[in-house]
């Protein structure tokens, strides 16, 4: 921790600012500058709880040099973190790449089988199918919600494919993960921190969506808690950030994969379909993530997306779709001899 | 709702959208232009279900004239909510302006009896005081939870105040409400649907906070929920939102207070602690939410802020949360013979 | 200047850039850590060109403690500036608040007398009225431009009210400066740096308005290029930013007035029409800015707002704008005897 | 255009704006709904000038259909436009992937022509270097000015590269354009009409990069000014937006390329350095820019980084450059063959 004081600091001000810092249990350095004098903080093991100096009118500003994750920093984790999600499917690290398909919400047995079997046809591994629906109109549909986790693990037991679905309450989770193999927190509720504490108790993979207004530290910070509680299985998926463009559903922070990558050791997947909301720009930004360095996407896909109740506008046709993984197969095969990764 | 075509679209096209939209069960009307063509839908009577339109080539934009809620809309509701908080305090309409104070977190007893007493002493109504405290980093004090409810509980039935404090999952709602008479959802709650249909089955008040990204739409919709489950008490709160400037914690949207008013018949209060981050900012920016119409202020302040265990650095001392009273009390009366209210 | 090293940094690493630091002309002090060391640099009499060292690997981050502006400084500039606008009027420290009201664009003679004559009735002192325009569509009226300037030049001359009017370009600054008592440098000039450079280069008042994405310190930064230049008469106007929500033309920033006047001695003025862009929301939160401690609202109005030729919709009628005044005097010498100004 | 009423508005109220409509030369369309009456106009030939209608209480909201620029869409031209740069080069449509590199800022005559002769060796057509630097602060480096610009043109005569600068200042149009091949017009003058203006006059190719907190339509506004004045050369570059997220400089906006493409007839490349800010990230998010369908990328580099007068941070080695133009070239072989564009 750094401590700026104002330039009109008394030699008496750093006295009294060096000796809070002794009585905190750490060492101060002082620095003094032609204009200013700094004070450096010494002997932390992590985070330092900065409410003892920050009413002191003598400083202008205090820098946190630590930061408030550990678990799931690179720093004292240089290995990447493979994350198993059935008995051969893992993704993160040198692992194949991962595909994710499905409808936005679960709307019949039959809508959710005809996309499992021609995933499956296909070799995608992961059914994606939303059971619990956050919508911003309680108008709007809300999913089928318990009938719609029956419906997945019917469909699971069928096809053998695993199945993710999106949680949203920390009472759901012993139903959920009873259900489906993969769990995934939404954007509305990355920092629903009760229920990322829930399903830290529990070993199930979770997808770990970033807020709509999340910076990658608050990002980080969430799937922490997961770790904290004990499940290190943890999926970061970027799916694209309020901004003031809205020509786009939302703006597709493709730049930050490689970032995040280099601060963590977890997987990091891509959704291109919410990340853009349009079913033209999946396409694109889908193969961008390859070429970026995500270890996956989430596609949305419908057997109807005109007669979809949530999301048609962004739902690639099946046709659509095996066209996509055609191109994303080519590109992977391409990029695995010939492009660096970051 | 409009659809308004492509410049290339045919008479075909512009028949066979026709056609679909009298299925859907509702009227076309043809507005032909100079450089294309438009189709007005008649006969809805709420928001309308686009899907079997939205994949239409002819089509190049939908839109919706229709709001997503409609109970919290002033439209058919044109007379100001006023929300019971206790036996006689009540907030919106032309009940007298609300003033809400305390600690962001409830650390121990004597912190909160220490602050309940003085706000006795000044005459504000509620204590505000947070048992479930979300943070960022799970290695942030995350508050007293049961334990800080019961000392809520005790300190409400020795003063008489009234107490409001967050909740975080839809699982606390009995336990909460049995002890506080207010319930508060956080800014990052605001689309947790569950937590909002639970609190829309009971009576107790609740001041919903906007999200730290949340549109004015958005925020209306979660009010939605609530009084759709039943429960017309809903308090909103203004609370700042995120954007680029990062010289203040969040950016105070003080000129939505007017707006918001002009849509909803909710009451609305503001928050000045959260907005600002900054102490020396709230007193300002409190004042300026009489002005433009708040119904109330909600305040942090801290027997001895420089050791709060969080958000120490925007909570007022007691001597400071005295002057803003004493100012508060004096533009009001001001006001209430002067200004005109919007 | 602080420079944190990565924790994997060794005493070689460290020993680098000591000696690169003290190459520099600076001195380097070692802050060793239990996780990472820092190393602070002292010495610089202002900002630190930090190039030599932005490469190194060991570096995590380099946080720079002097800020890049320094004549607009209230650290070396405690006291108010003053800046006077014509013979008796000034705006600035404990000036009288300062009213600008006019259209958003000169577009008659007879609309502009109209306009002036009211304003003088009302003890207005300083008409506005843009004669160059700029508009996002070059279909738009692009303003009268010199006949423009010449009808301001006029109405100044018969009504002895000062006028205010945007500059565009560094060519105009000779042309335009004779014609009107105050220059404007629009949101979308504010980084335009030869515009600021040449009005650096005349003693004219210059009100610069604050950039749709601009940060306060980028703001700042584009004040201190009119000072360095030999101009010290700025005044910053807050008109909104540029974030998600759309209900607002802009995000009024209201709150960083006061912030801004204890970063700076220069005066700070408010814009309620295009921090809002509606109407209705100019009364509340132009009294908000007093409340706030501007020291001066510039507003828009116009003798016929249905046919204005821009912003017609933020414009004010004369009739409200009389209504407003009358409330901005009442709270205005409300406040004085009774507000604390931070 | 189309209006919607309130659900209040009387008959009369319609036939009130019916009658408004009918003077403006313009035909009415009312829509009655079930709960309020929206009035289609038509007749119009573009842009409609609604001030006429904007203040009458019965009026919801207006919504325009036609957007405020025409010479620049794809609506009424939708044949791609070829932008010829020099003699044998040119970009869009379906030539050949363009490839603009250098540094920030010119230096000296030695760091241009080493840098010059590298991407000569290399193929690269074009030689990026600024003359005139705008920088936030008045005590950064702010470029060599017309020594810069004599150093282009020896460059340019000595190698053959062609040559692009930023152009700041509309009075510099005619020096700059008889130094170097290619304007650019910088993110913070994207609305610095005049200068728009003045680029139209000529014929020389123009990139005009996005605004920081531009929305796509007021770029292409901005473009829409150039080819008014009758130039049609003008290149879009997508350089990042302004976000609350700072761990990257900027975020880069990769998902409106392909959006743009369809929008607009003109062609657009990629800036990964501005974009990004991180030297790190210009290589994965330059080949993500081939991916999506840009025509081209801009990239920093500098013979020696670590001691660049500007932007050190973002700029390449020429190493870390030779390697990325290797993997471009195998990826736009590659893409060539399978990849579809959009």
């Known amino acids: 921790m750094l401590i700026v004081l104002h330039h009109t600091a008394t030699v008496k001000d750093v006295e009294n600012i060096k000796k809070t810092i002794t009585k905190m249990g750490f060492k101060p350095v002082?620095?003094?500058?032609?204009?200013r004098t700094a004070i450096g903080v010494i002997g932390n093991q992590g985070w330092v709880d900065d409410s003892a100096l920050r009413d002191n009118k003598a400083i202008q500003e205090i820098i946190h040099v630590t930061k408030p994750y550990k678990l799931v920093s690179r720093d004292f984790h240089p290995k990447d973190t493979v994350v198993p999600l059935g008995k051969k499917i893992t993704v993160g690290g040198t692992s194949p790449f991962l595909t994710?398909?499905?409808?936005?919400?679960?709307?019949?047995?039959?809508?959710?089988?005809?996309?499992?079997?021609f995933l499956k046809k296909l070799g995608v591994p992961v059914l994606r199918g939303g059971a619990y629906k956050p919508r911003t109109s309680p108008h709007s549909f809300q999913g089928l919600r318990e009938g719609g986790l029956e419906l997945l693990d019917e469909v699971r037991k069928e096809t053998g494919l695993l199945v993710v679905t999106e949680i949203v309450s920390p009472e759901h989770v012993e139903i959920v993960a009873g259900k489906v193999d993969i769990l995934q927190i939404g954007a509305r509720n990355m920092q629903n921190f009760d229920l990322l504490t829930e399903v830290g108790k529990i070993k199930k993979p979770v997808i770990l969506k970033r807020g709509l207004s999340a910076t990658i530290e608050e990002w980080l910070g969430s799937a922490e808690y997961i770790l904290l509680n004990g499940n290190p299985n943890v999926v970061l998926c970027e799916r694209g950030i309020r901004t003031f463009e809205?020509?786009?559903?939302?703006?597709?922070?493709?730049a930050i994969i490689p970032l995040v990558r280099k601060m963590?050791?977890?997987?990091?997947?891509?959704?291109?379909?919410?990340?853009?909301g349009k079913r033209d720009l999946v396409l694109p930004t889908a193969l961008a993530a390859i070429v970026v360095g995500a270890h996956g996407v989430m596609v949305e896909i419908h057997p109807d997306p005109?007669?979809?109740?949530?999301?048609?506008?962004?739902?690639?046709?099946?046709?659509?779709?095996?066209?996509?993984?055609?191109?994303?197969k080519s590109l992977i095969s391409f990029k695995k001899q010939k492009l660096t990764v970051l």
């Open 100 to 117: 994710i398909a499905g409808p936005c919400a679960v709307e019949s047995g039959e809508q959710l089988m005809k996309t499992a079997r």
């Open 306 to 328: 005109e007669h979809a109740l949530s999301d048609g506008a962004q739902s690639l046709h099946f046709k659509e779709f095996g066209s996509l993984l055609a191109q994303m």
């Open 30 to 35: 002082a620095i003094p500058g032609a204009e």
């Open 264 to 276: 963590t050791h977890l997987p990091i997947i891509f959704d291109p379909s919410h990340a853009t």
């Open 246 to 254: 809205t020509a786009t559903r939302n703006t597709a922070d493709l």
